[in-house]
């Protein structure tokens, strides 16, 4: 088996997906003895969704060192610092998905959720989100990167971001050709393989050109151009837990002060978007088609705007599953050509970013090595599912039994996986995810005990402190966040003060 690194890279597609690869690959693996081509078809386009971002995004920005008010001020960006439920146990109902801790570390090797569980369930103040800073900003529509207070145990204000999927592609796009990748405009029509091994030699281009490399990376979207078409990878169909099949997108005017957060607001049939950005918020009605119709669901998401719509509502359609392999031989597929489950928890772009922080890490020889093309495909394919059963919970774990959609989310089976993890919760308010799980404990405790299910007890060692140490912790807790909260500026000020876009600015 060959060593030698693979040096001649080509990307097919330039959306979300292949700009992320661009810009990793020419930051981490360099142009000088590499090359690195991107293809992209402005007659095909991208898929032009994809707005709302979870934390770990930082990371990606710092593996690149971007500059994050710059990143900012491009993308015409907000901060999030969580999605708030909006309809999703009962009608009437909301619940927030924090970001960050609850509570502080105690250092006594507990969660804090079950010290305020122990507490709530002894008839404490039932809502844990007065333990989150991130919640209580969202509250307030406060927002800063303040630090936490050295030694409270207290961390950070976590947050992710929300930005305009066609700058941030754009903004890539720049760093990258900056760093060396070159961008061939152009259909890419066929593929030339080894007759012998079946590795990818070439794509063909519709001008008659052909574009050669050692590895291929292949983003282009829903269609699976190489990793599908080529390599008939196959596709596991997960619609049956995630009935979702289409999003009625439209933009709306700008909020005069943006939320620093997502709302998701449970509907019919699916749920709604809105997700403001500096100079336009973003809104999608995401439904099943087999109880609602297109234009119907259009007609919905228009009325319920909040604010004049900037374009006609644009119909995407989708299937929730993935691709059964991520790689094969000399191809990697990434984004949406990779698997796509639904855009509930705005975990795509996370799962290019994993996929491409996974790649850089199994850097792949000309011929590369079976047993780590294996592991990775493994790696991913519990990314994939610890992220849908995720989603699932949420139509699963409801009350709301008002339309046949949300009959038949409520009394689904649901994976195994998944039913073990509700059981857990139900007796102790954990599940116990694996350290590369996506969603922490923090996550699923919000999630689960919004959408109604309430845990029978808590860990055993969270009695071993008394109970005035109990109440007086949690009120330290409670008066750091509060103070922590009480500092931050508004979200608009903060972005007024370093990070507005033009047309923030002119706004
Ligand atoms: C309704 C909806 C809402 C979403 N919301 C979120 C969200 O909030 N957060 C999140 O993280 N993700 C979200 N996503 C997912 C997110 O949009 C995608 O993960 C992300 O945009 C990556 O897309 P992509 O680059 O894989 O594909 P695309 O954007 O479809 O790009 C495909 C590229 O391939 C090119 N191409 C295709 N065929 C050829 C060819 N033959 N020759 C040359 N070029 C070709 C196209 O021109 C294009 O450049 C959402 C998705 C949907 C459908």
């Known amino acids: 088996m060959s060593l030698e690194p693979a040096r001649d890279f080509v990307i097919v597609g330039g959306g979300t997906a292949g700009w992320m690869a661009a810009a990793a690959l020419a930051k981490c693996a360099g142009t000088q003895q590499r090359r690195i081509t991107l293809i992209e078809s402005e007659a095909i386009g991208t898929v032009g969704v994809g707005e709302s971002t979870i934390p770990p995004i930082q990371l990606f920005n710092r593996l690149l060192g971007i500059d994050e008010d710059e990143f900012v001020r491009e993308t015409n960006a907000t901060f999030k610092l969580g999605i708030e439920f909006v309809d999703w146990r009962r009608v009437g109902e909301r619940y927030f998905h924090n970001f960050g801790l609850l509570g502080a570390d105690l250092r006594t090797g507990v969660s804090f959720n079950h010290y305020w569980l122990r507490w709530a369930q002894s008839g404490g103040d039932p809502d844990q989100l007065r333990f989150s800073a991130e919640a209580e900003a969202a509250r307030l529509g406060k927002f800063g990167r303040t630090p936490g207070a050295a030694g409270s145990g207290q961390p950070n204000i976590n947050y992710a971001f929300q930005f305009d999927a066609s700058t941030y592609a754009a903004y890539l796009r720049r760093y990258s050709e900056k760093r060396g990748v070159i961008r061939r405009e152009g259909k890419v029509v066929d593929v030339r393989q080894d007759p012998e091994t079946g590795f990818i030699d070439a794509v063909q281009m519709e001008d008659g050109s052909s574009i050669q ?31 979702n099949d289409r999003a009625a997108a439209a933009p709306a005017e700008r909020m005069p002060e943006p ?9 019919e049939a699916g749920w709604q978007w809105r997700i403001p950005l500096q100079h336009r918020t973003g809104n999608g009605y995401v439904y099943c088609s087999s109880y609602i119709s297109d234009d119907e669901a259009s007609s919905r998401l228009v009325e319920s705007l909040g604010g004049s719509a900037l374009a006609d509502p644009r119909v995407l359609r989708f299937q929730a599953g993935r691709r059964r392999a991520s790689w094969v031989k000399n191809c990697l597929a990434l984004g949406l050509s990779s698997g796509f489950l639904e855009p509930l928890e705005s975990t795509s772009i996370h799962l290019v970013q994993a996929a491409i922080s996974k790649f850089l890490d199994f850097f792949p020889a000309r011929r590369p090595d079976p047993a780590l093309i294996d592991r990775f495909n493994e790696e991913m394919r519990f990314q994939y599912e610890s992220i849908r059963d995720f989603i699932i919970a949420h139509y699963k774990v409801t009350e709301r039994e008002d339309t046949e959609f949300w009959r038949y989310c409520r009394h689904m089976s649901i994976p195994d996986t998944l039913a073990e993890k509700l059981e857990m919760f139900r007796a102790r308010g954990e599940v116990k995810p694996r350290w590369s799980d996506i969603f922490s ?62 047309e923030m600015s002119a706004a």
């Open 213 to 243: 490399g050692d590895f291929f990376i292949d983003c282009s979207g829903f269609r699976g151009l190489l990793i599908e078409q080529v390599f008939k990878a196959g596709f596991e169909d997960w619609s049956h837990w995630l009935p």
């Open 259 to 267: 939320a620093p957060y997502t709302v998701a607001r449970a509907r």
């Open 441 to 502: 404990e923090v996550s699923w405790f919000a999630v689960l005990y919004g959408q109604g299910l309430t845990p029978e007890g808590y860990h055993p060692l969270a009695d071993l402190m008394s109970e005035d140490d109990l109440e007086l912790t949690l009120s330290r807790i409670r008066s750091a966040i509060r103070q922590k909260v009480d500092a931050l500026p508004s979200h608009g000020d903060f972005i007024r003060g370093c990070c507005s876009s033009r």
